[in-house]
């Protein structure tokens, strides 16, 4: 599986911006793999920002610096999972990069930039 991220940029704080990213391959194998958006910021770790389970359940979790203002959500006929940001802050600059999890197998996408200015 292939991912391709989009949607980063730069913005001021308290604005929005909503990543995107595109899976190939098959539609169902697509909608029952768990998706997920990470970031890494520089020199720090790559952190789990928000996930959701597979078509199924569609159970979310987040991490506590987002909840309220980020929301993941996915299409699973056109293999799309968003990250709806809002109301950012200068501290979620970062690189994002969506995962797509099945089993075993574990599949990234490239990242997108987020740069968001004080």
């Known amino acids: 599986v292939q991912l391709q991220a989009s949607g980063g940029g730069l913005v001021q704080a308290g604005g929005s911006l909503r990543l995107s990213c595109t899976a190939s391959?098959?539609?169902?194998?697509?909608?029952?793999?768990?998706v997920a958006w990470y970031r890494q910021a520089p020199g720090t770790q790559r952190e789990l920002v928000a996930r959701?389970?597979?078509?199924?359940?569609?159970?979310?979790d987040y991490a506590e610096s987002v909840k309220g203002r980020f929301t993941i959500s996915r299409e699973n006929g056109k293999n799309k999972v968003y990250l709806q940001m809002n109301n950012l802050k200068p501290e979620d600059t970062a690189m994002y990069y969506c995962n797509l999890v099945r089993g075993q197998d574990s599949s990234w996408g490239q990242g997108t930039q987020v740069t968001v200015s004080s």
């Open positions: 391959g098959s539609t169902f194998i697509f909608s029952i793999s768990d």
């Open positions: 959701m389970k597979s078509a199924s359940d569609r159970l979310t």
